[in-house]
């Protein structure tokens, strides 16, 4: 159907009610409706747990981006449809998008909006609203956990940053500093997708190239010093986080996008070697902390990862010892006895496997402002 149209539908029980019938509806029974189709909502997964539904849309076409500042008119409400917080006519709220000024469901459909259009917002993922803590609202306050929470918004206006195309080389690197920072809040705060959401802002702006390529581009030696160490410590951060999401093939890109940079870097060949890990390519992980302990041969944390490596390379031996030894036992050709691992041997293993768990398996702290210190100057323990 179109809109505006009208139609008149005949609907076979299959299609109706069916056997069961409903309340006025004999089981059975074929149904007549007579439709007019009043309007088409745009419906859109802005991300899982955050649903936007166009209700009246806008013949514009820019949408509010990162670091945007947007004026808004909106009235929220509970599950049970109590409103909790409003900004009427009038009374606007002007916020900068992805901010964290509002909840993170609201500030990633905000960046869906254009100006002049009206949506209905719908959170259901209460870590997208706000969460355990709740939240003391101006008209009621939101319990812990509530979901879905509802935002009836308007776009009023919205002034958009400079696009990457528009910066010279200094923007974009101190866009991509700004970016860093808020990453690295993310991270401290548990806010995993954020914090990948903007190391991934900080390549966006700077690329993935050396900044020694660049040599060409404005900027002169500094800024391209500092936009390499931004690549350097994105790529980094991007690891810790893939690494705490269990990602561990990301991870290994990621780390291994630094050391492509720079190929002694400790904290990237610890990282790398946790996801290797992770990915059961010991031979690769134990590669990469003996390249590390070249570099910190007195680091407790590398230390710690080389025996869990060890370990596991060594129970590996004995597991693909024990399937060979089972094969030929049945070509009948077994030896018996050889190859077989004794119990001392396995608890020894495994108290050393526990023991290098605890200190090795957790990721390397974030990057802070001195990103771009030595690579032996920077640590690995664990955060």
Do not use: C
Request: net charge negative; aromatic share 4%; glycine share 8%.
């Amino acid at each position: 159907m179109k809109r505006g149209e009208r139609a008149h539908l005949i609907l076979q029980p299959e299609y109706a009610y069916g056997d069961a019938g409903a309340e006025g509806v004999p089981p059975g029974s074929v149904v007549e409706a007579e439709v007019k189709l009043d309007a088409i909502h745009e419906v859109t997964l802005v991300a899982p747990g955050v649903v936007k539904k166009v209700l009246e849309d806008s013949s514009e076409w820019r949408t509010a981006s990162e670091g945007g500042r947007v004026t808004i008119r909106y009235r929220a409400t509970l599950p049970d449809g109590t409103a909790f917080d409003e900004a009427a006519e009038g009374a606007e709220l002007e916020v900068v998008v992805d901010d964290e000024a509002v909840p993170e469901g609201l500030d990633l459909a905000l960046m869906k909006m254009k100006k002049g259009e009206r949506a209905l917002i719908t959170i259901s993922d209460p870590k997208l609203a706000y969460g355990a803590a709740g939240h003391a609202g101006r008209l009621a306050a939101v319990p812990a956990d509530a979901a879905p929470l509802t935002y009836d918004v308007t776009l009023v206006d919205l002034v958009n940053p400079k696009e990457k195309w528009e910066m010279n080389a200094a923007e974009k690197a101190e866009a991509a500093a700004v970016a860093k920072d808020k990453g690295n809040a993310a991270y401290k705060a548990g806010k995993l997708d954020r914090a990948a959401r903007m190391y991934t802002s900080v390549t966006d702006l700077v690329g993935d190239k050396d900044a020694a390529a660049d040599k060409d581009k404005e900027g002169g030696p500094e800024v391209r010093a500092q936009t390499k160490e931004l690549r350097k410590s994105a790529w980094l951060n991007l690891a810790a986080v893939e690494l705490k999401r269990g990602n561990h093939r990301e991870a290994q890109k990621s780390a291994t996008k630094v050391l492509d940079l720079d190929p002694a870097n400790v904290k990237a060949l610890y990282r790398r070697a946790q996801a290797l890990v992770g990915l059961q390519e010991l031979l690769e992980a134990e590669r990469d902390v003996k390249a590390a302990l070249e570099v910190e041969p007195g680091s407790a944390d590398l230390a710690a990862l080389s025996k869990r490596v060890k370990v596991l390379i060594k129970q590996l031996n004995k597991k693909e010892a024990g399937l060979y030894k089972s094969m030929f036992k049945a070509l009948g050709k077994g030896t018996g006895g050889a190859g077989e691992a004794k119990p001392a041997d396995t608890a020894a293993d495994a108290d050393a496997t526990a023991g290098a768990d605890q200190a090795g398996a957790a990721a390397a702290p974030m990057e802070e402002d001195g990103a771009a210190a030595a690579p032996g100057a920077e640590a690995v323990a664990a955060a």
